[in-house]
């Protein structure tokens, strides 16, 4: 099953080297103006062939819409939406399994039977419909308060330890062409190039925040905004782990050094620190959520590796050419950005949470309506 969500309804299709790839999404409300302008900035962030750091392999990323918008506003009807692959380049491509990829489990699976060209329905390229339906969940969730930004954190051995202290500051940062702090990012492009140089790939950490989200969102255990969000975060190609708040540094950490104490402020509670990542029990607790995706190397590598032809079936080495991006981080933070913003409105209209905009959405981003808390909160 390709099928992700409740309340929202997500499927996706298509392969990397066949005609196109796609989303349907059902589960929209009728009646939101979607400014499609935005979404193709979303588009153009997670687009190939812009940077020396990323693969070369050009494509537009330009959504056709086939079905759920009339005069650019939702019916109620599914959304239906292609993206077409102009720019594969089959060729590079034969039966020699690809170590790392997707290549030996599909072929356990699908008996040899899957278009795995460019990694086929495995690919980094489906990720483009996920953008897509990030940026439409993005502009719903603006409306009513709810801004969902992303950046990177680390690349390899380089990490950007000057967190925003506000919201204001992590928009600055993730609106960038390579969404990090000035100075890191200078040494993350120079870490990716180097392996670009050697033929070989390197790893990153995404992070994603939602600012402005209410609490009492999530239901506990399966249903925990937690286990909706890190599904949808697991089936982006490349990710292999992922946390939110501290997540995994909580293993060294002392009971007094983990929780969030808290004071009171005019009748409300708030927490002096944001450790668990705005999420206690699978529900959010009012501070900004925090969730951090680590993202493999890319296994498409020139390096010399030893491998199965599942052709002739006898062991063989593959060098693999063609154009791979020696690193998936820095296109792979508006997918991210994307999962959480879906798995947010997902929880939103499975609570009825989702109140209707009068007069059909005109304000088409929100901007911060009733929204950004402090980063610092």
């Given at each position: 099953m390709n099928t992700w969500g409740n309340a929202l309804r997500l499927s996706i299709f298509g392969e990397s080297h066949g005609p196109a790839v796609g989303i349907i999404i059902d589960g929209l409300p009728p009646g939101e103006r979607i400014d499609l302008a935005l979404v193709g900035?979303?588009?153009?962030?997670?687009?190939?062939?812009?940077?020396?750091?990323?693969?070369?392999?050009?494509?537009?990323?330009a959504p056709e819409i086939l079905s759920g918008l009339w005069a650019g506003k939702t019916t109620g009807a599914p959304l239906g939406a292609i993206i077409r692959n102009q720019d594969s380049q089959s060729g590079d491509y034969d039966t020699k399994l690809r170590p790392g990829h997707a290549d030996w489990t599909a072929l356990l699976k699908y008996g040899g039977h899957a278009d795995m060209r460019g990694g086929g329905h495995f690919s980094g390229r489906l990720t483009a419909p996920l953008v897509f339906a990030g940026a439409v969940a993005k502009q719903l969730l603006a409306r009513r308060g709810t801004t969902v930004l992303a950046r990177i954190v680390r690349i390899g051995e380089v990490e950007d330890t000057e967190a925003p202290i506000d919201s204001e500051a992590y928009r600055q940062v993730a609106d960038r062409d390579f969404p990090a702090g000035a100075a890191a990012g200078e040494r993350m492009k120079a870490v990716i190039l180097a392996a670009k140089a050697a033929g070989?790939?390197?790893?990153?950490?995404v992070e994603a925040t939602a600012l402005g989200l209410p609490g009492g969102l999530g239901e506990p255990?399966?249903?925990?905004?937690?286990?909706?969000?890190?599904?949808?975060?697991?089936?982006i190609p490349a990710v292999k782990g992922v946390e939110f708040g501290e997540g995994f540094r909580f293993a060294g950490l002392l009971g007094s050094q983990a929780n969030d104490e808290l004071y009171l402020d005019q009748g409300a509670i708030r927490a002096y620190t944001n450790h668990n990542g705005g999420i206690l029990g699978g529900?959010?607790?009012?501070?900004?959520?925090?969730?951090?995706?680590?993202?493999k190397p890319t296994p498409s590598?020139?390096?010399?590796?030893?491998?199965?032809?599942?052709?002739?079936?006898?062991?063989?080495?593959?060098?693999?050419?063609?154009?791979?991006?020696?690193?998936?981080?820095?296109?792979?933070?508006?997918?991210?950005?994307?999962?959480?913003?879906?798995?947010?409105l997902d929880c939103l209209l499975a609570a009825a949470r989702l109140?209707?905009?009068?007069?059909?959405?005109?304000?088409?981003d929100g901007g911060d309506q009733g929204g950004g808390k402090d980063w610092a909160e």
């Open positions: 900035r979303e588009m153009a962030r997670r687009a190939p062939g812009q940077e020396t750091y990323a693969t070369a392999r050009r494509e537009a990323d070989d790939s390197v790893g990153g950490i255990f399966f249903g925990s905004l937690e286990s909706g969000a890190a599904a949808l975060l697991f089936s529900i959010t607790n009012g501070l900004p959520v925090v969730v951090r995706a680590a993202l590598i020139a390096k010399p590796q030893r491998t199965v032809d599942s052709a002739e079936w006898r062991e063989t080495e593959l060098r693999i050419s063609g154009r791979h991006d020696p690193c998936v981080a820095p296109r792979a933070a508006p997918a991210v950005a994307a999962a959480l913003a879906l798995s947010l109140a209707p905009i009068q007069g059909g959405g005109d304000s088409a």
